[in-house]
Nanobody, 123 residues
C-alpha cells in the first residue's frame, strides 16, 4: 500500500490549489482517507476525511473553502482548496490505516502516511 501526494505550490492569499493523493494497493470502497496539515512549528492535525461511502468531514476552519473528493477510476483522493489563507501554509499529508473505516478517525489509527506536499500561501 502506498500514498503519494502532489499539487502543493506557492500561491497568494485568496488563491486555489488542488492536492492529489494517489492510493495504490487499497480498495477505497472499504477505507477512509484523511488529509492532515502540519503548519511550521506546530503539530500535525486533521483537515478533512472521506470514507468508503463517500461521507466527508471537515474541520471548522476549512468548511466552505476546502472540498474532498474521490476518483475511483484513478484511485485518487483530491483536496480542492479555495480562498486560501496564510494560515493554511504547511505540509499536507494523506493517511489511512486498517482501522480507518469511518470519518473522522483518530490519528492513532494511522499506519500509513504519504510523503507530504508543501503548500505556501503568501499574504
Amino acid at each position: 500500500v502506498q500514498l503519494v501526494e502532489s499539487g502543493g505550490d506557492l500561491v497568494q492569499a485568496g488563491g486555489s490549489l488542488r492536492l492529489s493523493c494517489v492510493v495504490s494497493g487499497l480498495n477505497l470502497n472499504y477505507f477512509a482517507i484523511g488529509w492532515f496539515h502540519q503548519a511550521p512549528g506546530k503539530e500535525r492535525g486533521g483537515v478533512s476525511c472521506i470514507d468508503g461511502a463517500r461521507r466527508t468531514t471537515y474541520i471548522e476552519n476549512v468548511k466552505g473553502r476546502f472540498t474532498i473528493s474521490r476518483d475511483d477510476a484513478k484511485n485518487i483522493i483530491y483536496l480542492q482548496m479555495d480562498n486560501l489563507e496564510p494560515e493554511d501554509t504547511g505540509v499536507y499529508y494523506c493517511a489511512t490505516g486498517v482501522r480507518a473505516t469511518t470519518c473522522p478517525f483518530p490519528m492513532s489509527y494511522i499506519q500509513l502516511w504519504g510523503q507530504g506536499t508543501q503548500v505556501t500561501v503568501s499574504s
